[in-house]
């Protein structure tokens, strides 16, 4: 699901300052959605495709390389809703391009299961359930329930996303039976 960085200027993102540098993750989620619904012309809806595509391979690579305080500011800075924004074909605003859907569905999945359960690799961390709360209201704020129900219908790339939709959505559900579980004394 990761490839290599998605740019030269992000090579040495894994001992760089930008991984822990809230303004810079603010500055890419927000070039995730650079443009989306403008149209000017071909030229420059190719360019903010790619500026788009970038960021979120930039953001993707953070995510992959993060420790507990990075999952904070990604939190922090509406990653989880950038992602939906990304996967958004529902309402015809997204990117609507199946691998730009998988990937935005895997790393949905793997960011709230990453909070849910917490790390347990080269970035290791605790559960984070407060985290994930929040990353479950943006998911909601954004219409990402929505969004990755849509998909779960997704014959694409041999059935990958409605895959990757299904294991999202277990995330979702897996969430709210939590809420509903609470212990005697978190009441």
């Known amino acids: 699901m990761y490839d ?3 740019d030269p ?6 001992n760089s300052e930008i991984i822990n540098t809230p303004k810079a993750l603010h500055s890419l989620c927000m070039l995730t959605c650079y443009k989306i619904n403008i149209h000017f012309s071909q030229e420059n809806d190719q360019t903010a495709l790619e500026v788009r595509h970038s960021s979120r391979q930039c953001l993707q690579y953070i995510q992959m390389l993060g420790d507990a305080s990075v999952y904070t500011e990604l939190t922090n800075v509406g990653y ?8 958004s074909t529902a309402s015809g605003s997204g990117e609507e391009e199946n691998y730009e859907i998988r990937d935005g569905l895997g790393h949905i999945s793997s960011f709230l299961g990453y909070l849910h359960q917490g790390r347990y690799n080269s970035a290791t961390f605790p559960p984070q ?5 929040r ?3 943006q998911l909601e704020e954004e219409g990402g329930n929505e969004e990755i129900d849509s998909q779960l219908i997704n014959e694409g790339l041999d059935s990958n996303i409605k895959n990757s939709a299904s294991r999202t959505n277990g995330w979702i559900l897996n969430h ?9 004394d978190q009441q």
Do not use: R, S
């Open 176 to 184: 709210f039976i939590e809420q509903g579980n609470l212990k005697p």
């Open 135 to 137: 990353a479950h209201e």
């Open 129 to 133: 359930p407060l985290l994930a709360l």
């Open 4 to 6: 290599n960085p998605p």
């Open 80 to 87: 989880v809703g950038v992602l939906v924004i990304a996967i």
């Open 9 to 14: 200027i992000f090579n040495k993102i894994q």
